[in-house]
């Protein structure tokens, strides 16, 4: 069984940061895809950001040079840092594993971006 618990995130002036912590437990293997998505009242979940075991990763336009995935396999953690924020980036933010075929979601965590 694995498991995948989010933190980090919170309220936050426009164009102040936060840190996406998704902490996974169980049986996590060699190659696996891991990614953010958020989903906002009235939207569809969309991902945000995606790396893969071998170091590989992708963005959504909307967060480009804003937004950095990064991951330590060690602590098998990753981790979405999140600069120059925006009303428009308000959402609970989703971790997501993928592996031999499955898939694994965590709780969510709330952001919300206001003045």
């Known amino acids: 069984q694995v498991q995948l618990v989010e933190s980090g995130g919170g309220l936050v002036q426009p164009g102040g940061s936060l840190r996406l912590s998704c902490a996974a437990s169980?049986?996590?293997?060699?190659?696996?895809?891991m990614g953010w998505y958020r989903q906002a009242p009235g939207k569809q979940r969309e991902l945000v950001a995606g790396i893969s075991s071998g170091g590989g990763t992708n963005y959504a336009e909307s967060v480009k040079g804003r937004f950095t995935i990064s991951g330590d396999n060690a602590k098998k953690t990753v981790y979405l840092q999140m600069n120059s924020l925006k009303p428009e980036d308000t959402a609970v933010y989703y971790c997501n594993l993928e592996q031999t075929g499955r898939g694994y979601w965590g709780q969510g965590t709330q952001v919300t971006v206001s003045s």
């Open positions: 169980g049986s996590i293997f060699r190659f696996y895809v």
